[in-house]
């Protein structure tokens, strides 16, 4: 009967990472270009004599790096293993009243797991059919709200005025802002953590700084936040961060020149996918981040996703009610993303 006690869960499913070469990768929101050259210099340089070490666990090394970026001081700043970690860690933390936690709908996937994984009450409030957040969803009762912005998978971005009120009137609570993909466009509310002591600002490398593969996610807030998640990690796993990511991580940081080149390249690729997407009859909500969430007028969804994928391009299709019909398509190359507007063209003239 030991079944009886067993923490029984209903995973989350991360995007495939297929073993196939040649494919045209569209399907997890990597970024299409290498990390910054600083991070194949730091990694020429690891030794792994050192390895027998433990690693640092406050991070500081990282963290200063991302503090002298972001202009802000190290004792407001929390790093973890991936955002994922880091909104575990945050979720596992702050959200432990008997109030339910919100958050929409249609979001983060991740977000309904781990509350469902820690016992936390949650309630989804429903996005607007245009996908955008009625922000007097958020104004009564709760335990917490988590808010990603731009949201996943739907690329809205939530009106930063709005945003700033959700947190002004949720002073009893900790909001989450989840900025997963803030570089590509959309406003932070990162300044805010001055004005307010429950916002937590969580943001990852995965994607705007090319190291998914390394797994660096921060939280910004302040001091009292950032305690009481430290004491959480210290209660769980001390050396969540291993010595190479450190210095990875810290040499990403460092290049705001080329953060700065490859979001450009990135968004005007976007820009020009938009407008190829609008002219093959896709329709979409306007999208802040590194990918699009879009439909056809007429032809089916999995008609689209299959034949994509006999062409050797991946993408993701969620089966939620509400977005069974969209197809979330992430930014690549500018070459790379020809080729999809090309196979597109096909697939659709063939369908129609
Ligand atoms: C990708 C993503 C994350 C997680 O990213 P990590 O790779 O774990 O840093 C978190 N939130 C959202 C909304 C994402 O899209």
């Known amino acids: 009967m030991w079944e009886d006690n067993v923490r029984k869960v209903v995973p989350y499913t991360p995007g495939e990472q297929p073993r196939v070469s040649n494919l045209i990768k569209l399907n997890t929101n990597e970024n299409p270009y290498p990390p910054a050259p600083g991070v194949f210099e730091a990694l020429k340089e690891l030794d792994a004599e050192n390895f027998r070490k433990y690693p640092d666990p406050t991070c500081r090394e990282l963290n200063e790096a991302i503090a002298e970026a972001y202009g802000i001081p190290a004792d407001r700043i929390f790093t973890g293993v991936g955002s994922d970690d880091v909104l575990a860690v945050a979720f596992l933390t702050f959200f432990y009243g008997s109030k339910p936690v919100l958050f929409p709908d249609i979001t983060y996937s991740f977000y309904d797991v781990w509350a469902n994984l820690f016992r936390i009450p949650f309630k989804q409030m429903?996005?607007?059919?245009?996908?955008?957040?009625?922000?007097?969803?958020?104004?009564?009762?709760?335990?917490?709200?988590?808010?990603?912005?731009?949201?996943?998978p739907t690329g809205v971005e939530l009106d930063y005025d709005l945003l700033e009120e959700i947190i002004r009137k949720n002073k009893d609570s900790v909001v989450i802002v989840d900025e997963a993909y803030v570089d590509f466009g959309a406003k932070s509310v990162l300044p805010l953590i001055d004005k307010y002591d429950n916002?937590?600002?969580?943001?990852?490398?995965?994607?705007?700084?090319?190291?998914?593969?390394?797994?660096?996610?921060?939280?910004?807030?302040?001091?009292?936040?950032?305690?009481?998640?430290?004491?959480?990690?210290?209660?769980?796993?001390?050396?969540?961060?291993?010595?190479?990511?450190?210095?990875?991580?810290?040499?990403?940081?460092?290049?705001?020149?080329?953060?700065?080149?490859?979001?450009n390249k990135v968004i005007a690729t976007r820009e020009w996918t938009k407008v190829e997407l609008r002219k093959l009859g896709f329709t979409f909500e306007d999208s802040k981040t590194n990918f699009i969430f879009a439909k056809h007028r007429t032809v089916a969804r999995d008609v689209i996703f299959n034949k994509l994928r006999e062409r050797n391009i991946l993408v993701r299709a969620f089966n939620g009610e509400r977005i069974k019909d969209f197809l979330r398509i992430s930014i690549g190359t500018d070459e790379e993303m020809r080729t999809v507007i090309n196979a597109l063209t096909e697939i659709i003239k063939e369908a129609e």
């Open 126 to 152: 429903p996005l607007r059919d245009d996908f955008s957040i009625d922000p007097k969803d958020y104004f009564g009762e709760n335990g917490g709200i988590v808010i990603a912005n731009p949201n996943a």
């Open 199 to 263: 916002l937590l600002v969580v943001q990852t490398f995965s994607k705007s700084r090319s190291l998914a593969g390394m797994r660096v996610g921060v939280a910004f807030g302040q001091e009292k936040l950032i305690k009481f998640m430290s004491d959480v990690k210290y209660s769980f796993n001390s050396y969540t961060m291993n010595m190479p990511v450190l210095k990875l991580g810290a040499a990403a940081v460092r290049d705001k020149a080329y953060l700065e080149e490859t979001r």
